[in-house]
């Protein structure tokens, strides 16, 4: 009921920066938040950041300073503004959203992931 796309992935140098994009779709009735995580190879999946229906912020602490996540409410859209990316940043970056569908009690969507690649 719920589908989010992903877009602003690819390969840039260390030192660089990168904007992704995330726009949710279908049966939304309310968001309790959205935000990003990523997964490296052979690791697990960890938080990058997170903003939820009020506004408020969390990042993980290996972005904190470089990373800043933003939205747009009115096209249901967040974005990841990454600079100073490094190589340890490489990873496939998943879109979440965290709420409700009509039907359906608050629950976690996933978008498909957008591949980051930081190397010289």
């Known amino acids: 009921q719920v589908q989010l796309v992903e877009s602003g992935g690819g390969l840039v140098q260390p030192g660089r920066s990168l904007r992704l994009s995330c726009t949710a779709s279908?049966?939304?009735?309310?968001?309790?938040?959205m935000g990003w995580y990523r997964q490296a190879p052979g690791k697990q999946r960890e938080l990058v950041a997170v903003?939820?229906?009020?506004?408020?912020?969390n990042y993980g602490d290996s972005v904190k300073g470089r990373f800043s996540i933003s939205r747009d409410n009115a096209k249901n859209t967040v974005y990841l503004q990454m600079n100073s990316l490094k190589p340890e940043d490489t990873a496939v970056y998943s879109c979440?959203?965290?709420?409700?569908?009509?039907?359906?009690?608050?629950?976690?969507?996933w978008g498909q992931g957008t591949q980051v690649i930081v190397s010289s």
């Open positions: 979440n959203l965290r709420g409700r569908t009509w039907v359906a009690a608050a629950r976690d969507y």
């Open positions: 903003i939820t229906s009020i506004g408020s912020t």
């Open positions: 279908g049966s939304i009735f309310s968001i309790d938040a």
